[in-house]
């Protein structure tokens, strides 16, 4: 095995190997294949690795949904002043969740030393094409191939000249040579070599080869004096860049189309201190919100108590109870869709205590209880802003599809998904998922009650699933305009 690739790893660990590696003077690819080494021989310290990090090295890690998958880049730094700017492009494509190997050139070693570099990239920094310790099994093909993406920033003359006559001299130009990903080049230089004639025709070569380029910008250059075009873009213009080739746009099929959710349990106050409550976490409606989102749409969402992150650009009201909830989804009509994913409470106390209840010689407090109002079927059965797609949840612990469909005709909603949440599912609270798409018009004749039982998957992958069969179906669909 010529390579070693390690990705998604828990955060602890990944930690525990940068310091362990720079303790070591190793790559962190390097520290691993020590480990393993180590353990094939049938060593036993090199067990205690594997055992979790102080808890000073960690950090919490936000629970996240709908979470966009990591990618990687090789980052070639160029010898010029724009190197600088290198080091705040390290720190925007790692806020973008992309991994970065940085290679530097001899004449980028003047700019910026191999040690910033390192500190913000968590990794080892490559500059020399015949190190030992990587060209052992070829490592600038790995650096060329082992990545998502080739970044150049600053691309000066001379590497985009070697670039265009294939020259492979060095490090940064071997791996250009090598690779077969796609190269992204951020040119820097004096305007007089950017308009230079054998400058344009390499980069008019680099452009017929596929290459491609951002920049370079108009404005003042390091030189006294000297201004036009030459100056690097931003590192936040090519971070985006970046992240517009590893992560094209998706279709956004609900664009203009106002979706709203519920997700998360509702507490039902007893007195100051005790609550009515279940054991949803949220992880479902807040993974729908999220690919709702993805696809264009404008997402309102209402939750119960949770302990997750609010998915990104959706706009989330948080309420306690299920009278509370009903408020807030019926302020956020109008809409096209909406989607009851909250396991709401049935019941709540008719009289909520003032003051913490005590325990008493008599025995327990009385509580009586009184139903909540249904916000599925008070919604499914407006005459005025009834979204034209009204989804419900059915979380059941028996007879699952009978339940649903009794549900469905009960609510007058369109569609159930439907779940079994027995205990031994691990369905509340866990991140999977099992559920049955229960509809009137899901291909059914006659009026018939359709199923669509869909293979256990993540709840990201059931909301991915989900709002691809809602896209689907409100095509040219719309609500009514607002009275």
């Known amino acids: 095995m010529a390579s070693l690739t390690i990705r998604k790893l828990d955060e602890g660990i990944k930690t525990y190997l940068r310091l362990r590696s720079a303790k070591n003077r190793r790559s962190v690819e390097e520290e691993v294949r020590v480990i393993l080494g180590e353990l094939i021989e049938g060593r036993e310290e090199p067990l205690t690795p594997f055992t979790a990090p102080p808890a000073a090295f960690t950090t919490p890690i936000p629970q996240r949904t709908g979470a966009v998958p990591e990618a990687s880049v090789t980052l070639i730094i160029g010898g010029g002043i724009a190197a600088y700017k290198s080091l705040d492009l390290i720190r925007r494509l790692k806020e973008r969740r992309i991994e970065v190997r940085c290679v530097l050139t001899k004449a980028a070693q003047q700019f910026v030393t191999a040690l910033a570099v390192s500190a913000l990239s968590h990794e080892r920094v490559y500059t020399d094409l015949f190190d030992p310790q990587s060209e052992f099994d070829a490592g600038h093909i790995r650096l060329a191939r082992e990545c998502d993406l080739i970044v150049v920033a600053p691309a000066t003359a001379d590497l985009m000249a070697k670039m265009a006559n294939g020259h492979a001299d060095d490090l940064a130009s071997a791996i250009l040579l090598a690779t077969n990903r796609k190269v992204l080049l951020a040119p820097a230089m004096n305007p007089l070599m950017w308009n230079n004639a054998a400058t344009r025709r390499n980069v008019a070569q680099l452009q017929r080869d596929g290459v491609m380029l951002i920049g370079p910008n108009s404005g003042e250059m390091a030189e006294a004096g000297e201004a036009g075009i030459g100056r690097m873009s931003e590192a936040i213009e090519i971070a985006t860049a970046a992240e517009r080739l590893l992560r094209p746009p998706v279709p956004r099929p609900l664009a203009g189309k106002r979706v709203l959710i519920t997700a998360g349990p509702t507490h039902e106050p007893i007195d100051p201190v005790r609550y ?197 179906s409100v095509t040219g669909k719309s609500r009514e305009p607002a009275s």
């Open 276 to 472: 009515i409550a279940n054991r949803s976490s949220g992880k479902q409606g807040f993974a729908i919100a999220a690919a709702a989102q993805a696809a264009g749409a404008e997402v309102i969402l209402v939750s119960g108590p949770v302990d997750l992150s609010d998915p990104q650009g959706v706009t989330v009201k948080y309420v306690e109870s299920a009278r509370q909830m009903l408020e807030q989804v019926q302020a956020a009509l109008p809409a096209d869709i909406a989607i009851f994913a909250a396991a709401v409470a049935d019941w709540r106390v008719v009289n909520e205590g003032e003051q913490k209840l005590k325990k008493t010689s008599a025995g327990m407090p009385p509580l009586q209880l009184v139903e909540n109002p249904d916000i599925l079927a008070t919604i499914s059965k407006l005459t005025d802003k009834r979204p034209p797609l009204v989804i419900g949840f059915a979380a059941e612990t028996e007879h699952l599809i009978d339940n649903a469909k009794s549900k469905l005709a009960r609510k007058g909603c369109d569609w159930i998904v439907a779940n079994d949440v027995s205990p031994a599912t691990g369905v509340m609270g866990g991140d999977r998922n099992t559920v049955h798409l229960i509809s009137r018009n899901n291909g059914a004749d006659n009026g018939e009650i359709a199923v669509d039982s869909w293979p256990a998957m993540t709840k990201e992958q059931v909301a991915i699933e989900l709002v691809a069969h809602i896209a689907k």
